[in-house]
């Protein structure tokens, strides 16, 4: 089965950074890679996704790249701000089946 | 529009017990995906049902078992718990027809085993 990769698992930065997070995942028949992100004590939800006809994918902050020869795709977000502060989930599904990566905690510092 | 209600919210049990966790999908949501979260491990895969079939199990023992109802609400059963069950079991729905996109996660179910 799939199995995902994510790095690194705690990432701190001061205010307006970037910050860029990583993952790998073993299966080519994956084709779609989504990004979760969970604040303390609340639940993940989505914050962009990528399929694998498409190399990235921007909204606003956040960017997601795919290279799929490589199989790996990132998380990059711009001008971050204190409220970026969260744990953030990569994950990578096909055929109705989803497994995620072990998370990054990011904390922002003002 | 409601978002997926799961309950209780915590449980706390002892070693041996059985429990059963339930899920309320969004409305019009047919796939119910299971999920457990523990520190450091990220979200492990259960299982996920569809139209009241499962379609996907993870690598979990046969203890943990599920199913769904014809309204799509779903319940989670872990029988003979042990210490190494205490997480945090999240079910996530999903409107589209292939579970895996775009899930709307519950608050989940905190369960302590003594």
């Known amino acids: 089965g799939e199995n995902v990769e994510q790095h690194p698992s705690t990432l701190s930065v001061q205010e307006g950074d970037s910050a860029v997070i990583k993952c790998t995942y073993s299966?080519?028949?994956?084709?779609?890679f989504p990004w979760y992100k969970q604040e303390l004590g609340k639940r993940p939800q989505l914050i962009i996704d990528?399929?694998?006809?498409?190399g990235e994918k921007k909204d606003q902050r956040i960017a997601v790249t795919l290279n799929k020869t490589a199989k790996h795709f990132s998380l990059h977000i711009t001008e971050t701000q204190p409220e970026d502060s969260a744990v953030y989930f990569c994950?990578?599904?096909?055929?109705?089946?989803?497994?995620f990566g072990a998370g990054t905690r990011l904390t922002v510092k003002p | 529009k409601a978002g997926v209600t799961q309950t209780p919210r915590y449980l706390i049990k002892t070693r041996g017990q059985q429990v059963t966790l339930s899920c309320s999908p969004i409305?019009?949501?047919?796939?119910v995906s299971w999920y457990q979260q523990t520190p450091g491990q990220g979200l492990q895969f259960l299982f996920e049902?569809?139209?009241?079939?499962?379609?996907n199990k993870g690598n979990f023992p046969g203890r943990f078992s599920g199913r769904q109802f014809s309204n799509s609400r779903s319940e989670m059963n872990v029988s003979t718990l042990e210490l190494g069950d205490s997480a945090l079991y999240l079910c996530?729905?999903?409107?589209?027809?292939?579970?895996?996109?775009?899930?709307?996660f519950g608050s989940g179910t905190q369960l302590s085993v003594l």
């Open positions: 299966d080519s028949a994956s084709n779609y």
């Open positions: 409305s019009g949501h047919r796939s």
């Open positions: 994950a990578a599904g096909y055929n109705n089946d989803m497994r």
């Open positions: 049902y569809f139209s009241e079939t499962q379609r």
């Open positions: 990528i399929r694998s006809n498409v």
């Open positions: 996530a729905s999903s409107l589209f027809g292939t579970a895996h996109e775009k899930l709307f």
